[in-house]
């Protein structure tokens, strides 16, 4: 279990900052517009996986958080595929999204995201991988902010295939959204501390 914070700057560019603790470790992962850093208790590791892991939860964390508002960023190419009933027997319209060269950090993914038909509300998604992997996310309830309805509870199961959850994997609670918070100017930077 993670109790993590989240701060994301959209404008000029993309920043990110992610705060937690692990056992008795403070980790912090940067994302500054051009590069990324994970800290441990302040300190930058130079691990070329702590680098990769920033990079990917920096980008990766932002895109779920923003779902499915993200669907129009540019790269995206998305086309509907018509209505499912869910595994759990509600009724859904489908939207296939993959990336275009040069967008996304993952090219492979294919994601499909299942609106209730309507009122457009997101209830959930299926992402296919490399190698056949599939996942599935239900979107449980949302938190008014800004005037958007953001996920509030999110649950991830394993699956072998489109629309079909297996074994609950996660639970993620998203709370206290707030938008055009003032933040330092030197809030993402990255400083080591040793």
């Known amino acids: ?9 959209m404008k000029p560019e993309f920043r990110a ?8 470790t403070a980790i912090t992962l940067i994302h500054d517009g051009q590069k990324v850093g994970k800290l441990y208790n302040g300190k930058v590791s130079n691990e070329q996986k702590d680098i990769d892991g920033a990079w990917n939860s920096s980008f990766g964390s932002q895109f779920v958080m923003c779902m499915p508002y993200k669907l129009k960023d540019p790269g995206i190419k998305a086309e509907y595929v018509g209505q499912v009933t869910l595994a759990d027997g509600v009724p859904a319209q489908v939207v296939k999204t993959s990336f275009m060269k040069g967008a996304g ?13 309507g009122t457009g509300k997101l209830l ?3 992402l296919q991988g490399k190698n056949n992997y599939w996942d599935y996310t239900r979107y449980e309830q949302f938190e ?7 996920i509030a509870l999110r649950k991830g199961y394993a699956a072998d295939s489109l629309n079909k959850p297996g074994k609950l994997t996660s639970e993620s609670r998203h709370f206290n959204i707030v938008f055009d918070k003032e933040l330092p ?4 930077k990255i400083k080591d501390g040793k």
């Open 17 to 24: 900052k992610i705060t937690y603790m692990l056992h008795d």
């Open 1 to 9: 279990e993670l109790d993590q914070h989240l701060d994301y700057m």
């Open 105 to 117: 950090s993952n090219p492979d993914h294919i994601w499909y995201y299942y609106f209730e038909p």
């Open 144 to 150: 008014k902010a800004g005037g958007l309805q953001m």
């Open 124 to 126: 959930a998604n299926s």
């Open 185 to 188: 100017k030197d809030y993402f």
